[in-house]
């Protein structure tokens, strides 16, 4: 870090002796032995102090009139009065100020129990109200969006969510119009306040003026509970918090004490209103066996015994695959299954990216998404962060705000594109951009370089060089951008996302086929692994969601998901976090530590582990990544795992097929929970394929026409949409709606291909 | 208006401005002298010109009482109605105006020729109660004839070519 060194000051806080660092606010000061200095709008992730609200005015010997301790810095031997009776008066008065307006109507407002104008009220308030005159009164609540709902009564004009809009997200929706009593949150035009972030101006505002619209009047703050934990949505890790009441989810919210090293408090809508996914319509409910007497469902405890017994015969080749989302325990616990099965060891495989070219890149330096604070330059390769890791997209913002160059390369436009430099390569062709790339980082101390890892893993070629450029450059260091969200967790316990599984079904070689929320039919390849997997004996699914598997599965095991189970996943910066069960809302469904330690047991060679702490403290004892860690160390803000050493391998992969060159993109906002979800309908984003507006000319197709799109793998009809920003030579294929498929055109590792696109005549849609 | 022309007019001022916000009042003003409002084509030239959204643009308008976002008359009659106006009688002006323009308070009339308004102290306490015609003469100290005459001289003049609001 190039920071000053840091200067102490000494000064009195109410008669106390308090060291604080030069520039540090008089408010944070006074926190810091334990004052408390009322506040509403000093909000520092927001950038610097504006002093809107008055509430945080204290008395500073020496200074005319009452100071904003949220915009006072300190100063050596200040001598400062939080509770005279001057500061004291004043406080009284400006709560009285701010509610002159304010409705009072905590009893139904949601934001009740957990508000701070309300405990500030009782605290420092004046305890009764000299207020006559009529209220100012607007029609409420206001539908700011689908998901905000804007009362402007309650509203106390601190600016937060403006800040948030103008400054952070820097949509620049957000403002406020008029002025005085009739000041109000709008957008220009009355536009609803859509956005991939809108959802933290509820969390900061310190009012009930901006509320949930999903939450609205569900439930009381006394008769929930909050569980920190941590976003499966992607691979960044956020932490948040779990709002449950009657064993719900009912909300999240970014984490109150935010981990300032990965997410700083912010979250994005899709994590944010994911949760009633939980209760979607695909949902499994119970164990289902399929046996000569048919299909039936049985309790989860007599299925963990068929379980065993189709895994038992000592001659059985047994297969685990692993999806995207599992935690590392889940891991862990495969690999020990695998030992204990058939005709062991069995082949634990995950899905996902094989990388092998990847080596180079993964050798690098890491770093974490503060670092983005302290770099000189931040360059984005491939991928698009702000639609596939959206937070990490606000830390490259705040790092473009502090005036550090930020480079975007790639084939996608991306958000970041209007206020950063952009070089754009063609599709494929990420090698063209490794001079720029070297150009950029040559004379840099502090680089941070995001990477995608499907981008560089389908370019292997581009990977190594950019790698070798960075190697050189003195103080760089690397961010993976990872495709899944299980993937550097399960890396580190090396298990390998090959091909090989797949091969050895085709070869006849696996008798039982266990997957762990995985369903490779609706992956990559997904036609080919279709075609194997009818070569399988027995197929046992554990799954959340109904899926292309289920029902071709002999055994259905219902699993919980990521909100409702405990375990560790690694973000892509390599931060191992904890997740806690906020809910367990499928009543028949289990943990997958759970099922997978419980068919160990009645297999008759039970691991020692009887909870995820006991398996991850076995498992940190047996791979080095994870070495020193347990639950206790892991605690609120995680640990960084020790990179795992990987060899480069110079495999080439060429794109087969011919025609456009795929590329693909896996918003969140697009993802299955997404979808799921019914209280993000409205920004939800359909598979589809996009095309430069030139390619959807020589096709003679326009935005929603159909077309059908063809790969060596396989073929969908998917909606189109022309978009100027497009490449030429390039089909943009968005997927992740679970009904409709579309990964299934992609290789089996991935990797580059052309597509044959062609229109679709109006009697060939089948509807 | 379009941008460039604000553009065009903004360029001999924009090192005056430290601050490039500071930009936007002039150019909102350049842009109301065209029609006397602020029609939502003008706002986005405003906002393309000087390089900020246009939702931060509205939002600058709306905070000022003489940025007219909704058609306003050929004339804005301001009348005073702070301090020394009222204690010398703005409440009685107002009203008379308001009966001889047949409005109801304030507004604009039929004809789109007035728009009656109550604003704060316009800094003429010594000729109050005072009246503003748009960002014009003050004229005052007023009795109730005073203002018909005045509203019946600006009947008869022709529009400007430039709303100075």
Redesign the interface.
């Known amino acids: 870090m190039a920071d000053q060194p840091r200067t102490l000051m000494t000064l009195t806080i109410n008669g106390q002796v308090v060291q604080a660092a030069k520039g540090t606010m008089l408010v944070d000061a006074a926190a810091a032995v334990g004052i408390e200095i009322p506040i509403f709008c000093y909000e520092p992730r927001l950038g610097a102090p504006i002093g809107a609200c008055r509430m945080c005015l204290v008395e500073v010997e020496g200074m005319r009139g009452l100071q904003t301790a949220c915009s006072t810095p300190v100063a050596p031997d200040m001598v400062v009065s939080t509770d005279s009776e001057v500061a004291a008066e004043a406080q009284d008065g400006v709560l009285e100020l701010l509610l002159a307006n304010h409705p009072l109507d905590c009893p139904v407002c949601d934001k009740g129990g957990e508000c701070p104008l309300q405990d500030r009220t009782f605290r420092f308030g004046p305890g009764e109200t000299r207020t006559l005159e009529p209220k100012m009164h607007f029609p409420k609540p206001l539908d700011l969006s689908p998901l905000v709902a804007l009362d402007r009564e309650r509203c106390i004009a601190c600016f937060r969510c403006v800040r948030f809009s103008q400054d952070v997200a820097e949509d620049g929706h957000l403002t406020f119009q008029e002025r005085g009593d009739h000041i109000e949150i709008a957008t220009a035009s009355g536009d609803p306040y859509e956005g991939r972030f809108t959802g933290n101006t509820i969390d900061l505002c310190p009012v009930g003026a901006l509320t949930s619209n999903p939450y609205r009047f569900v439930s009381r703050p006394w008769e929930i509970t909050n569980t920190p934990s941590v976003c499966a949505g992607c691979a960044m890790g956020c932490n948040i918090e779990i709002t449950t009441r009657d064993n719900e989810v009912k909300r999240l919210t970014g984490r109150p004490e935010p981990n300032m090293a990965v997410e700083e408090g912010w979250i994005c809508d899709r994590g944010r209103w994911g949760y009633p996914a939980l209760r979607g319509d695909d949902r499994l409910p119970g164990a289902v066996l399929v046996d000569g007497v048919g299909r039936r469902s049985v309790p989860l405890e007599r299925a963990l015994g068929v379980a065993a017994d189709m895994l038992i015969p000592h001659e059985a080749r047994v297969g685990i695959l692993l999806g995207e989302v599992v935690t590392v325990e889940t891991g862990f616990l495969a690999m020990e299954l695998g030992d204990r099965v058939g005709a062991a060891p069995a082949m634990v495989r995950r899905m996902g990216i094989p990388g092998d070219g990847l080596g180079l890149m993964r050798a690098l330096p890491g770093a974490q998404m503060d670092d983005l604070d302290h770099a000189d330059l931040v360059l984005v390769l491939g991928g698009d962060p702000c639609s596939q890791q959206p937070v990490a997209e606000l830390r490259i913002r705040k790092a473009r705000r502090r005036g550090v160059p930020v480079v975007v390369v790639g084939p996608r436009p991306t958000a970041l594109d209007a206020s950063c430099e952009v070089v754009r390569t063609a599709p494929g062709q990420m090698t063209d951009a490794v001079v720029a790339i070297r150009e950029h980082l040559d004379g840099t101390r502090r680089a941070i370089v995001l990477w995608d890892e499907a981008d560089l893993a389908a370019e292997p070629g581009a990977a190594e060089e950019i790698a070798r450029a960075m190697a050189v450059t003195e103080g760089a260091r690397a961010i993976e951008m990872c495709a899944d969200v299980s993937g550097p967790g399960l890396r580190a316990l090396g298990i390998s996302a090959d091909a090989d599984l797949l091969e050895a079904i085709e070869a006849g070689g696996i008798d039982v086929l266990v997957t762990i929320s995985a369903d490779p039919t609706a992956g990559p390849a997904g036609d080919r692994w279709a075609a194997a997997l009818d070569g399988v004996g027995t197929i046992i699914e554990m799954a959340s969601y109904r899926s292309g598997l289920t029902d071709r599965a002999a055994l259905v095991l219902p699993l919980l998901t990521p909100l409702e189970e405990e375990g560790v996943l690694v973000s892509m910066a390599g931060r191992a976090q904890r997740l806690r069960p906020g809910a367990r809302e499928a009543a028949g469904a289990a943990a997958a530590w759970e099922v997978l330690i419980g068919i160990t047991h009645r297999l008759g060679r039970p691991v020692p582990d009887r909870t995820p702490a006991q398996a991850f403290a076995r498992l940190a004892a047996r791979h080095a990544p994870f070495a020193g860690m347990d639950y206790g160390t892991l605690d609120r803000e995680g640990a960084v795992i020790a990179a795992a050493v990987a060899t480069p391998d110079p495999r080439r992969p060429e794109a087969g097929g011919e025609g456009l060159v795929i590329v693909p993109c896996t918003p969140v906002f697009g993802d299955a929970t997404a979808h799921r979800s019914d209280a993000l309908a409205s920004v939800r984003e359909p598979t589809h394929v996009g095309l430069a507006p030139v390619e959807a000319q020589r096709l003679g197709v326009r935005t929603d026409s159909r077309v059908r799109i063809t790969t060596p793998h396989g073929e969908a009809v998917l909606p189109l949409r022309v978009d100027s920003r497009l490449h030429e030579g390039a089909a943009y294929l968005v997927m992740g709606d679970p009904a409709v498929r579309a990964m299934h055109l992609l290789p089996v590792d991935r990797g580059p291909v052309r597509a044959n696109v062609t229109a679709v005549a109006r009697e060939d849609v089948v509807t | 208006m379009t941008a460039d022309e604000i553009e065009e007019y903004l360029a001999p001022m924009r090192h005056e401005y430290a601050d490039p916000r500071s930009l936007i009042l002039p150019a909102l003003r350049y842009a109301q002298g065209e029609a006397g409002w602020l029609p939502?084509a003008s706002m986005s030239a405003v906002a393309e010109a000087t390089g900020?959204?246009?939702?931060?643009v509205?939002?600058v308008a709306?905070?000022y009482d003489r940025c007219y976002l909704e058609p306003v008359g050929r004339r804005v009659l301001n009348v005073c109605v702070t301090l020394s106006c009222m204690l010398r009688g703005s409440d009685e002006i107002f009203d008379h105006i308001a009966d001889y323009l047949g409005l109801d308070g304030e507004g604009t009339t039929g004809d789109g020729m007035f728009t009656l308004q109550r604003v704060q102290c316009i800094g003429a306490c010594d000729r109050a109660p005072c009246l503003q015609v748009d960002s014009g003469e003050q004229v005052g100290p007023l009795e109730p004839a005073d203002a018909t005459c005045l509203i019946d001289d600006l009947r008869d003049l022709p529009a400007p070519e430039r709303y100075e609001r």
């Open positions: 939502p900020f959204t246009e939702a931060y509205e939002s709306s905070f």
